[in-house]
């Protein structure tokens, strides 16, 4: 079982009734030994006092980003940490953090922190249900924020529903599946494709297609955090994964994106296909830029190699293969046949007829296929939550 020995963790606290429990959550923590440096709103202090959190985490508990004293370096501790916990989040904090509305040290302190976030809303129920609130949560969610939900039953206000915050007991199990699941792929090889390709007409023209290559970062990115070698093949896409652990090789055709992955595919034990790759390029691309003379102009297209298939070929025991449709007709049927085709382990199918999914989004709704007719499917969510939830089902192929 993971344990927090020695993790950083910054535990900011708003102001809700909940505020009580992050006493208990700052003691767990310090009893688990992790280092905790407390962050308060300045109306969290009307609910728990300073000292209190000061004396459960051996630290001073901070209120102010400037003070008498001195200046709390929010950028200093926004790196030093491994870990964010915003709880209780308050609506006020949560539309705050969405917005980037840093008047305060928690959300100072939030914008500056390159370590996963986390964050446990607490507030009644109509508060928790408003959309307002819920379309904060889901923006949150979308910067790649992790929601610990909120629990039910009685509130704060004599009503009785969701908005509890969750106890310091779930919160410090979810720190530990999150950092456990972590190194779930440490060792293994992955190879992800991503975004779209181009295909030259002449120098300065090409045939290409919407995809932003979101989904298959968000794969890259969720992949090496837990620890696997990621070398994502990367088509024409505006985004650069930082992550450590990711080798990124840009290229721009189908030809050039085929090379690659054929070369780097009999090391990887799992590749997961999430490019846009054009079935067809010019035939011959134009050595100039082709002039503006009659009404018409023909483009004779050839097909350009199937990476999917060929991987699919040369696929060996143990080495697993996932694939994408994006369908806009016969969704299942289309999935279910290129799942055979292609020899796919199984098969991400996402629908451009399902609102906020697809292209350009920064969400998706997804469902997985195997093999063996199994079907998966997911809610509308964050590519990077979808990306989760596409390892959690391969890790389960791979053990
Ligand atoms: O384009 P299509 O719908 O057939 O794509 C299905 C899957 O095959 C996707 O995973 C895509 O990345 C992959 N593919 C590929 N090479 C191609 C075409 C598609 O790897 N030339």
Redesign the pocket.
């Known amino acids: 079982m993971t344990n927090l020995k020695g993790k950083k963790i910054l535990l900011g606290i708003s102001g809700s009734i909940a505020a009580y429990k992050s006493a208990f959550l700052t003691r767990l923590l310090v009893k688990e030994g992790a280092e905790v440096q407390v962050l308060m709103t300045p109306s969290a202090k009307s609910f728990i006092t300073p000292l209190t959190l000061a004396t459960l985490s051996q630290k001073p508990a901070f209120s102010e980003v400037s003070s008498e004293e001195g200046w709390n370096n929010h950028v200093e501790m926004g790196l030093w940490a491994d870990a964010m916990i915003i709880a209780p989040a308050t609506a006020t904090t949560l539309a705050k953090m969405s917005i980037g509305l840093a008047d305060n040290i928690i959300v100072a302190t939030y914008l500056s922190a390159r370590c996963p976030v986390f964050f446990a809303p607490a507030m009644d129920l109509d508060m928790w249900a408003h959309p307002t609130t819920q379309e904060n949560v889901r923006r949150l969610q979308n910067y790649g924020n992790h929601l610990i939900p909120v629990g039910e039953g009685e509130l704060a206000s004599g009503l009785a529903g969701p908005g509890r915050m969750a106890e310091p007991e779930e919160i410090v199990e979810y720190l530990r599946r999150f950092w456990q699941q972590e190194q779930s792929l440490a060792g293994r090889k992955v190879l992800i494709?991503a975004g779209p390709t181009y295909e030259p007409i002449d120098p300065v023209r090409f045939i290409g297609n919407r995809s932003s290559g979101k989904m298959g970062v968000a794969l890259a990115e969720a992949a090496a955090r837990r620890g696997a070698a990621v070398i994502l093949v990367l088509g024409p896409s505006r985004l650069s994964p930082q992550q450590p652990g990711i080798q990124t090789i840009r290229v721009e055709t189908?030809d050039q994106m085929h090379k690659v992955a054929v070369q780097h595919f009999p090391a990887a034990d799992l590749a997961i296909?999430?490019?846009?790759?054009a079935?067809y390029r010019p035939q011959e691309a134009s050595l100039q830029k082709i002039k503006k003379k009659s009404d018409t102009l023909n483009l004779e297209l050839t097909k350009?190699?199937?990476?999917?298939a060929s991987l699919g070929r040369s696929k060996k025991p143990g080495q697993l293969l996932v694939?994408?449709?994006?369908e806009t007709q016969n969704e299942l049927t289309n999935a279910r046949e290129?799942l055979e085709k292609?020899n796919f382990d199984c098969i991400v199918l996402n629908s451009l007829q399902d609102a906020g999914a697809g292209f350009n989004y920064d969400t998706n709704k997804v469902s997985i296929l195997h093999k063996n007719n199994k079907i998966r499917n997911f809610e509308l969510k964050s590519k990077a939550a979808v990306a989760e939830d596409i390892l959690n089902e391969v890790e389960a192929l791979l053990r």
């Not at 296909?273 to 790759?277: G, I, Q, S």
């Not at 350009?304 to 999917?308: F, W």
Request: glycine content about 6%.
């Open positions: 494709t189908a296909l999430a490019a846009a790759v079935d350009t190699p199937d990476i999917a694939g994408f449709a994006l290129k292609k």
